[in-house]
């Protein structure tokens, strides 16, 4: 496996980002529920995970449930981004929907990002002008829009150029939240760089939706149970424990899988 992670940032940790997509409530659940797995995966690797930004959904769902619009995870541990680069892309979910009344079967998608953990600006060989920046503070919110602080600690930044914008509210202190949100910021211009040395920039700057035709892999609970990787062909009927955090046979089918 080391002769397979062998890029230059695999050693190191990963920024992981869940987005929920086409599906509504179902979709925010959806994401809900792949950050658990990952979140399991992460703990069975001994890798330490950490929730840097979180946007809820819609209260009100059933027993409660709340989903996630999105959510920024930083996870610590040697591999870390070597292991999870390559499940990045549209997850799709299908199963009886626990928002319908008739119990209908529902599709959902969310997408997954995984950008390397970049401490420097050095370690992407550019520069990022702070004329480039707009910085805005906000209060950190919870569920149901209940503020988990009374100052202004969140931090959002969006670089002008790409029009990447980044957030993070997981720190006490500004500063703390600022340094997080430029870590991740890093990350995410250094994908778009490696993305331009084989793509049209025009099309680096389209957004790959999560929906229907654009997924990498398939969560199938009803009407039969089966997980499939649509791009590496491995496939299990143990749904449970890939949702619980058994990913182990997909991500190293994935790691062998040509750049």
Known sequence: MKIFLSGPYDRG????????????????DWATMLQR??????????????????SFGEAGGPEGRIGIKSVTLEIRGKFAFGFL???AGVHRLVRISPFSPQ??????????VVLPK?????????????????????RSSGPGGQYMQKTETAVRITHLPTKITVKCQSERSQAQNKRKAMEILYGRIYQLEKEKQTRDLKEIKGKIEPAWGKQIRSYVLHPYKLVKDLRTGVETSDV????????????KAEVKLKT
Do not use: P, W
Not at 128 to 136: C, F, Q, R
């Open 13 to 28: 940790g990963a920024i992981l980002q869940i987005f929920s997509g086409a599906g509504g409530r179902d979709a925010q």
């Open 118 to 138: 970049l401490e420097s600006l050095e370690e992407i060989q550019m520069k990022i002008e702070e004329k480039d920046l707009k910085i805005e503070t906000f």
């Open 85 to 87: 680069k390559k499940e």
């Open 240 to 251: 449970e424990g890939v949702l619980d955090g058994d990913l182990d046979r997909f991500i």
């Open 37 to 54: 797995m990952y979140e399991r995966y992460c703990e069975r690797k001994g890798f330490r995970v950490k929730i840097l930004e979180q």
């Open 103 to 112: 119990n209908l079967r529902h599709t959902s998608f969310a997408q997954v």
